[in-house]
């Protein structure tokens, strides 16, 4: 079977430039709060997500075209692709006593293949929205958890991380202080 695309050349920059777009745009995010998987993993991810969308779904037209009557189906690459993303999301997540560090970064890294699949597959509305709810989710969400610390329990990536409270240190096990001239020693809940 030879090469043959059915996409313009133009229409694939298109796909391709929306998916960096989109997984940059998240990627910052993440690289602005340091973390590991920041603005490069997450423009890779997105743009290698939408080249084998695009990949598939030329191969399935290329067969379609040439009368091919082999079984081919573009979902089962796209199946293949959510779990290798799965596994590059796993491997940002670690556990250290009681808390699991890197869920969020997992969960963005999981939307920015989502989005590169979309983008690949020419679905830029739907990319699109998806992408402002997530910036929403990661930027926003973050920016009132921050000024209203009683609202935020650990969510993964800032777990462990001391939020600013008053009054209160999350990490301490122990602290004493001093009511009365007793000294009191106040113990703080295990986590479940």
């Not at 067969?63 to 993303?85: C, K, M, N, W, Y």
């Not at 600013?164 to 106040?186: L, P, V, W, Y």
């Amino acid at each position: 079977m030879g090469l043959t695309s059915v996409l313009t050349s133009g229409e694939i920059g298109l796909r391709l430039l929306a998916a960096a777009l989109c997984g940059a745009l998240l990627g910052l995010d993440r690289e602005m709060r340091g973390k590991a998987a920041g603005l490069r993993t997450h423009t890779l991810i997105s743009i290698s997500c939408a080249l084998t969308t695009l990949v598939a779904l030329e191969l399935y037209a290329g067969l379609q075209a040439t009368g091919d009557e082999r079984p081919s189906d573009p979902v089962r690459v796209i199946q293949g692709v959510a779990q290798a993303v799965g596994f590059i999301s796993a491997g940002v997540m670690f556990r250290s006593g009681d808390t699991v560090r890197g869920a969020t970064t997992a969960a963005v890294i999981w939307v920015a293949g989502a989005l590169g699949i979309a983008c690949g597959a020419g679905y830029y509305m739907l990319a699109g929205m998806t992408l402002g709810l997530c910036l929403i989710v990661t930027i926003l969400f973050t920016f009132l958890l921050d000024r209203f610390p009683q609202l935020g329990k650990e969510d993964g990536d800032d777990a462990g991380k001391p939020r600013k409270r008053r009054g209160t240190s999350r990490h301490s096990s122990r602290h004493a202080s001093q009511q009365g001239g007793i000294r009191r020693i106040a113990r703080s809940s295990p986590r479940e």
